[in-house]
């Protein structure tokens, strides 16, 4: 089966400086990529997707991330904080069993940003 | 505005009430999904829905069933709920892939129901 792994549940910046939060996944074969994110007391939506194609993906809110297959990495990142951005991220990956594509979700990193 | 509406926002239960947890996406989409979600431990798959009247298990699928009697609806059941049941409660759409072998990956999430088991 395939996995996430986020590191850090929870990280620090402050307003104005780059966002980095770090997914690794497991897969056999090449996965599709996802960060959500869950802002508080509400449902999660989609930041960005990687799927084929240009290993750099943008998403919304300024935010983007690499695939990197040697590294098996699908990192988030922000050139400048905001104080929007605090929030929950998660990074899933697509699992394919019996047949039916569904997501697999890593435990969440929680952002939080300091005036 | 695409949406994805669950019944309550938040539900107190005692041991061994069953609860309905309902749940109605407006995006005519194919898939739909109810995750349980838990600090730490992210969010965990209980069973999904590929079509009417159709179903699957997920990772935890012990202690819960669902229903999808209408495209549109999809309800989790706890049969006789539990403490350790305590926990936010997630429903998600999903278009299928056009092989039709599986979600797009990109969901649609509810508002997420907070249960508590007392």
């Known amino acids: 089966a395939q996995s996430v792994t986020q590191l850090g549940s929870h990280v620090s910046v402050s307003e104005g400086a780059l966002v980095l939060l770090r997914c690794n996944y497991s897969?056999?074969?090449?996965?599709?990529l996802f960060w959500y994110v869950q802002y508080p007391n509400q449902g999660l939506q989609l930041l960005l997707k990687?799927?084929?194609?240009?290993?750099l993906v943008k998403g919304i809110n300024g935010f983007e991330a690499e695939f990197k297959k040697s590294e098996t990495s699908f990192h988030l990142t922000k050139p400048s904080a905001h104080m929007s951005d605090a929030a929950e991220y998660f990074c899933?990956?697509?699992?394919?069993?019996?047949?039916?594509?569904?997501?697999?979700f890593g435990t969440g990193t929680r952002l939080l940003v300091s005036p | 505005d695409v949406k994805v509406t669950q019944s309550s926002r938040y539900l107190v239960k005692r041991t061994g009430e069953k609860v309905f947890l309902e749940c109605v996406q407006d995006?005519?989409?194919?898939?739909m999904f109810w995750y349980r979600q838990d600090p730490g431990l992210g969010l965990r798959l209980i069973y999904f829905?590929?079509?009417?009247?159709?179903?699957e298990k997920g990772d935890i699928p012990e202690g819960y069933s669902v229903s999808r009697e209408k495209k549109e609806r999809f309800s989790l059941i706890l049969e006789s709920a539990s403490t350790n049941q305590t926990s936010m409660y997630l429903c998600?759409?999903?278009?299928?892939?056009?092989?039709?072998?599986?979600?797009?990956?990109?969901?649609?999430f509810g508002e997420g129901s907070r249960l508590t088991v007392l």
């Open positions: 829905s590929y079509d009417v009247k159709m179903k």
């Open positions: 990687y799927t084929t194609g240009a290993t």
């Open positions: 998600a759409s999903s278009l299928s892939e056009d092989s039709g072998r599986g979600s797009t990956g990109e969901l649609f």
């Open positions: 899933a990956v697509s699992e394919r069993n019996t047949g039916f594509q569904k997501l697999v």
């Open positions: 995006m005519d989409h194919e898939n």
């Open positions: 897969s056999s074969v090449p996965p599709y």
